[in-house]
């Protein structure tokens, strides 16, 4: 089983900047593309961004296109999104997930790490 840890999570200002970080194992790091969700209360889970294996492609939701940058680390097995310009419908459960090579969907979810942007 593939285990993820999220972190970062927070109250920020309207304009202001978070990081979180997701964790995951080093032994199974390379063989997974990473992805970055949310859920705000009484909405469906949104896709936020994602990193192909290898960090060698990225793709944004258009909603966070120019404010949130996903990035990896292999050697320390991490993922990372950079969240600026936030405004109050940033507001949401941020979840970390992980798909295997040649799967479909995603395989691998985290806890969830609350972010709050006040107005």
């Known amino acids: 089983q593939v285990h993820l840890v999220e972190s970062g999570g927070g109250l920020a200002e309207t304009g202001g900047s978070l990081r979180l970080s997701c964790a995951a194992s080093?032994?199974?790091?390379?063989?997974?593309?990473m992805g970055w969700f949310r859920q705000a209360p009484g909405q469906e889970r949104e896709f936020i961004a994602a990193?192909?294996?290898?960090?060698?492609?990225?793709s944004y939701a258009d909603s966070v296109k120019g404010r949130f940058t996903i990035s990896s680390d292999d050697a320390k097995a991490t993922v990372s999104l950079q969240m600026n310009a936030l405004t109050p419908e940033d507001t949401a459960v941020y979840y970390c997930?992980?798909?295997?090579?040649?799967?479909?969907?995603?395989?691998?979810w985290g806890q969830g790490t609350q972010v709050t942007v006040s107005s």
């Open positions: 080093r032994r199974t790091f390379s063989y997974l593309a």
């Open positions: 990193v192909a294996r290898m960090g060698a492609a990225k």
């Open positions: 997930a992980a798909k295997r090579l040649g799967s479909s969907s995603w395989d691998f």
